[in-house]
């Protein structure tokens, strides 16, 4: 069987993380989101895997060639939609197909129920379903989608994770797959709605800590680093290779911590945080429930919870994030968030600064001593 996924999109709604990676890219529990999907698939015997790029397309191709599993490279050269992405594979396609989106976590069972009915669709109650594609079910087939309500008739939801048959792409006249979908049961096509087991999607960047809780649940534990005897080690951990870990640091798992990091002394990593590669954590420094991409430093005596920070950042001693609960315009819409930061590419912030409820862009330089309350500071930006 042949398994499209499409991952051409930027993901606008997850800025400032994807102005440098498509959504697809971003690294949770230290692997790139399109990586869990791919694997759902292999194990259920799947390897004729087509992925349609397009947004950073290099990104998303290099590292595909990375890997064990040959995939097919599809180029969407304007961001139009899903049909138009599909449209893009659609010469490849041979007879049926999955289709599925590579910005969303899926588990492998999910697919084994899917796989073998064509005209069929993983469905999945969320609780705020006015940010997808509300799913109307009669008699366990689809009736209608209602495509991002305003108010939502049903909790129901699509996945955006199919089971075609190849006539589908007769019904795609718009770039919307959407419309072609309800074209079909405008025609008397039954799809059929299957509940999905465990389906992840992160509509916005904060969204990304409850992914990266749930995919760390899975983690083997392994120590690859050099770990000090006064390390306190419980649950688990992963550690990569190169990492050293300074006495009296605690470390209380799920955590994974990627190659060739400095952590501690006297550090405190609490459950729920993935660490990428060549971090440093000072001394008297607390992190938990947080996503820290590579390169990045965090000077001594901060505390870090409920945060995502992106690659190349240089936080500064006594710097601290606090989980607060408020309203972030993100693509013209209110969004009401709960987190501590979310912090893009290459952002300096100088000692004593305090995030609530915030996010910094990329490149962003903060001089310290302040408190950011429920703001959204822009690229490029320095605040004073």
């Given at each position: 069987m042949q398994a499209v996924i499409l991952a051409a999109g930027e993901g606008k709604?997850?800025?400032?993380?994807?102005r440098s990676r498509p959504k697809a890219m971003i690294p949770v529990a230290n692997r790139p989101i399109i990586e869990y999907v791919i694997e759902?698939?292999?194990?259920?015997?799947?390897?004729?895997?087509?992925?349609?790029?397009?947004?950073?397309?290099?990104?998303?191709?290099?590292?595909?060639n990375q890997l064990d599993v040959p995939v097919e490279v599809v180029v969407q050269n304007k961001q139009l939609g899903t049909g138009h992405a599909l449209q893009c594979a659609e010469s490849k396609i041979r007879d049926n197909f999955l289709l599925l989106p590579g910005d969303n976590y899926i588990?492998?069972?999910?697919?084994?129920?899917i796989m073998d009915i064509p005209n069929s669709m993983l469905v999945k109650e969320h609780p705020n379903p006015s940010n997808f594609g509300v799913v109307?079910?009669?008699e366990g087939f689809v009736s209608r989608i209602i495509e991002k309500p305003e108010f939502s008739p049903s909790f129901m939801v699509s996945t955006g994770i199919y089971s075609f048959k190849k006539d589908v792409f007769s019904y795609i006249q718009e770039n919307d797959l959407t419309d072609a979908i309800s074209s079909m049961i405008g025609d008397g096509v039954q799809?059929?709605?299957?509940?999905?087991?465990?389906?992840?999607?992160?509509?916005?960047?904060w969204d990304l800590l409850k992914m990266n809780k749930r995919l760390l649940h899975n983690l083997d534990p392994a120590r690859e680093g050099t770990v000090s005897r006064q390390t306190i080690i419980q649950g688990s951990v992963r550690i990569g290779r190169g990492t050293t870990i300074g006495p009296n640091t605690v470390i209380t798992g799920p955590v994974i911590i990627g190659n060739d990091c400095t952590i501690g002394p006297n550090c405190c990593i609490l459950p729920n945080t993935s660490i990428g590669a060549r971090v440093?954590?000072?001394?008297?420094?607390?992190?938990?429930?947080?996503?820290?991409?590579?390169?990045?430093s965090i000077g001594s005596h901060s505390r870090i919870v409920d945060t995502v920070i992106g690659e190349r950042c240089a936080l500064a001693d006594h710097t601290s994030t606090c989980t607060e609960s408020g309203l972030i315009e993100i693509e013209g819409i209110a969004a009401r968030s709960e987190f501590g930061a979310i912090i893009g590419d290459?952002?300096?912030?100088?000692?004593?600064?305090?995030?609530?409820n915030s996010i910094i862009g990329n490149n962003v330089t903060i001089e310290g001593q302040g408190s950011l309350k429920s703001r959204y500071i822009f690229d490029n930006s320095t605040v004073i």
């Open positions: 709604r997850v800025r400032p993380l994807t759902a698939l292999v194990k259920n015997g799947i390897r004729d895997i087509i992925v349609v790029v397009g947004y950073r397309k290099e990104q998303v191709t290099r590292f595909l588990d492998p069972n999910s697919i084994a129920r109307m079910l009669s799809i059929r709605g299957i509940p999905a087991d465990d389906w992840q999607d992160a509509i916005f960047t440093t954590l000072e001394p008297f420094t607390c992190i938990g429930e947080a996503i820290i991409m590579d390169d990045t290459t952002v300096k912030s100088g000692p004593f600064t305090v995030f609530k």
